[in-house]
């Protein structure tokens, strides 16, 4: 389906409203990481250095770089190390515990806010980060896409970098050439995610999102304004996700997309309504294909 007015795709949150926006896998190899993706039948967006305001106001590089599988709904973010900063060394520190998902992105509608009631509630937090990059308008003209980054500290959100964040300039990333992919793909679903102990993740994320779960036998459903991340212990996800997903509990295992025709990914293992395909080393985490309308209730 062609999309005239790729900027339809981003809906922005209103008031305390949450979306799922985005996952990010952690690579050593962007060029390898970009070849797997594009055999299973993505379109890939161009490498892109981040940068951030330095001490003085100039932007310099955050040490890292990424490209995208961008969506309709949302987008799958490949970053790999570039420099030994504090950003590149984050990263380098996560792909040596395993390579592969360590990012959930949620769109909210003010990213100060949002750092502010985090704090309130007692989760500690770094500064709302002004990031940058460098893309391509489909003039050729280049064009700069900005976001306000609101992250957590660690160790409070041990299963991964989950952060929040707003889209300044949605026109740069959602560009028609890029969301029109071969294997059909449309919109991010959610993730799954592994817990050491559900009951206080659940209780945890719960005050972060300020969602209550849905129970569901030895799992945790948050289901968000757009989107949904399913929790559940190692013994559940290895029953879940049917896939190598290299992913070390705790951490995030599997991201869920839709697809009009999830029959186009090559090399599925089919359960229940969902196609997983394994990514593999060059990626990391298990990829789950599934109808548009499927809920990732649907999972258990």
Known sequence: MAVSDP????????????????????LVDGDNARDTLERLGFVVTPFSEQRVPG???????AGTGNQCVMLEQGYLEFLTPLADTPTGLELKRGIARYQGLHIAAFEVADAQRWHTRCETAGYAQADVVDLRRMVSAPSGEPMEARFSVARSRPPGMPEGRFQALVHHTPEALWQ??????PNTAEGLLGIVVMV????????RYSNWFDVEPELV?????????????LMASVETVSQLVPVDHGALAPGIAAVVITA???GCFPGTT???????????????????????????LSLL
Do not use: K, M
Request: overall charge negative.
């Open 260 to 262: 009009a025709d999830p």
């Open 7 to 26: 900027t339809r795709c981003f809906v922005r949150p209103t008031d305390d409203a949450i979306h799922l926006d985005h996952t990010g896998h952690w």
């Open 217 to 229: 036998g030895n799992a945790a459903l948050f289901s968000l304004d757009r989107g949904a991340v």
């Open 55 to 61: 001490p003085d106001g100039e932007l310099i590089s």
């Open 176 to 181: 028609s050439r890029y969301i029109q992919h």
């Open 196 to 203: 050491e102990d559900l009951h206080e993740a659940s209780r």
């Open 270 to 296: 089919t359960q229940g309504p969902v196609s997983w395909v394994e990514l593999g080393s060059a990626l990391g985490g298990g990829l789950g294909v599934v109808s548009p309308g499927t809920s990732l």
